[in-house]
Every structure is written in structure tokens, then in C-alpha cells.
């Protein structure tokens, strides 16, 4: 058992390029989202999902896409990359029902130059 | 604009002191107030406040909410150096599954 991954664990990417941050889970639960945490500014939720085909948004958004064609996976794209996107991000998961006690995966830290 | 605010934001302690660390809140219906606990990498689950619930204990560690004053406090009595952490709190809106962080409380305990 897993618990919740996320690739890559560290990234630099160039202002205007574009990737995708992984996360996948394998406790089958049915809510997962995205934060990212800056210096100060404590945990933003980007967007989260309550199940497969479904999604919402968060408290910061922009500039963020996210799809959830499974339970398990749940990947965060960037389109095009800005130096205020610098920051660690979060994935978590947790059952709907329980939603509270969420397991964060370990972050991946990304730099944007 | 909901808002969680805690409170100090960094506390320096000797092993064996009791700490109290404060989270106020202007949100104006929610579901549930957590507790986190963050070392190097990812938050930990401590606690679950709901709207209904005021006190609980595990251990050292013990959360009480104030529904009435908009608060909730995170009591760790006898510290220990593995208290070291920076501890969040989080509400939970009541009608959607977002949830709100405060910036943390940095703790560190001395040996």
C-alpha cells in the first residue's frame, strides 16, 4: 500500500513551458485535491474532486488544469508556466465520506525561472 | 472573505513546557475545524473539530473549539523535541469539500 505518490519530487521549468505534476493514490478513495504552500502563506487549495469525471475548483486556480479520468490518478498540468507558480504542491486524498482525515503525498517542490 | 488566522506564528519552548497554540476563524458555516501537523514534508492529521463536537484528547496533545468566540486552540503538554513542527489548522466549508488553511504556527522545543 502505497498511500499517495506524487512525481516528480523536484522540477525546473522555464517561464512558458508547460508539464504536468502526477499524483495517484491506491486506497481507493474518492476525493483528491491539490494544494500548493508558499513561505507565509500556508496551504491553497488549487482544485480538488469528489470522483472520477468530476471536478472543482479551488481558492487559486489559475493558471491550473485538472482532469480525473480515474479513481486513482489525478494529474495538476501547468499550460504555461510563470515565476508565481514557484512553490511546493500537495496531493491528497481521503474517503468522501470522511473527507477530514486527508493523507498528503510527500510534495513535489517546483522552480520556475 | 473566509479567513482562518492563527496564532503566534513561531514559538520557541524548553522539553517539558506547555504550549498553546490558537486558530480564530471568520467563516460563516462550516463543517469541521483539523488540526495538522507538518515536519519536513507533508501534513499529518492530529485532530477533527466538528460543529457539534468541543473537545478532544489524544495523549499530550488536546484541541478545544470555542463556537461561540471563533476559536479553537491546540494544547502539547510536557513537550518533546519531536514536537518540533509547524502545526496547521484548517476549516472545512459545510457546503462544498473546500477546505481553508491558516499560515501555521512554527514550534520548536529545545532539549
Known amino acids: 500500500n502505497a498511500g499517495v505518490t506524487q512525481t516528480p519530487k523536484f522540477q525546473v521549468l522555464k517561464t512558458g513551458q508547460s508539464m504536468t505534476l502526477q499524483c495517484a493514490q491506491d486506497?481507493?478513495?474518492?476525493?483528491m485535491s491539490w494544494y500548493r504552500q508558499d513561505p507565509g502563506m500556508g496551504l491553497r487549495l488549487i482544485h480538488y474532486?469528489?470522483?472520477?469525471?468530476?471536478?472543482d475548483q479551488g481558492e487559486v486556480p489559475n493558471g491550473y488544469n485538472v482532469s480525473r479520468s480515474t479513481t486513482e490518478d489525478f494529474p495538476l498540468r501547468l499550460l504555461s508556466a510563470a515565476p508565481s507558480q514557484t512553490s511546493v504542491y500537495f496531493c491528497?486524498?481521503?474517503?468522501?465520506?470522511?473527507?477530514?482525515?486527508?493523507?498528503f503525498g510527500p510534495g513535489t517542490r517546483l522552480l520556475v525561472l | 472573505e473566509d479567513k482562518v488566522v492563527q496564532s503566534p506564528l513561531s514559538l520557541v519552548v524548553h522539553e517539558g513546557d506547555t504550549v498553546t497554540l490558537n486558530c480564530s476563524y471568520e467563516?460563516?458555516?462550516?463543517?469541521?475545524l483539523l488540526w495538522y501537523k507538518q515536519e519536513k514534508k507533508a501534513p499529518t492529521f492530529l485532530f477533527m473539530l466538528?460543529?457539534?463536537?468541543i473537545e478532544k484528547k489524544s495523549g499530550r496533545l488536546s484541541s478545544i473549539l470555542d463556537k461561540k468566540e471563533l476559536f479553537s486552540i491546540l494544547n502539547i503538554t510536557a513537550t518533546q523535541t519531536g514536537d518540533s513542527a509547524v502545526y496547521l489548522c484548517?476549516?472545512?466549508?459545510?457546503?462544498?469539500?473546500?477546505?481553508?488553511f491558516g499560515t501555521g504556527t512554527r514550534l520548536k522545543v529545545l532539549a
Open positions: 491528497a486524498s481521503s474517503y468522501l465520506g470522511r473527507a477530514e482525515t486527508q493523507y
Open positions: 466538528t460543529s457539534s463536537g
Open positions: 467563516v460563516t458555516n462550516f463543517r469541521s
Open positions: 474532486s469528489v470522483g472520477a469525471g468530476i471536478t
Open positions: 486506497m481507493n478513495h474518492e476525493y
Open positions: 484548517a476549516l472545512g466549508d459545510s457546503g462544498t469539500y473546500k477546505y481553508i
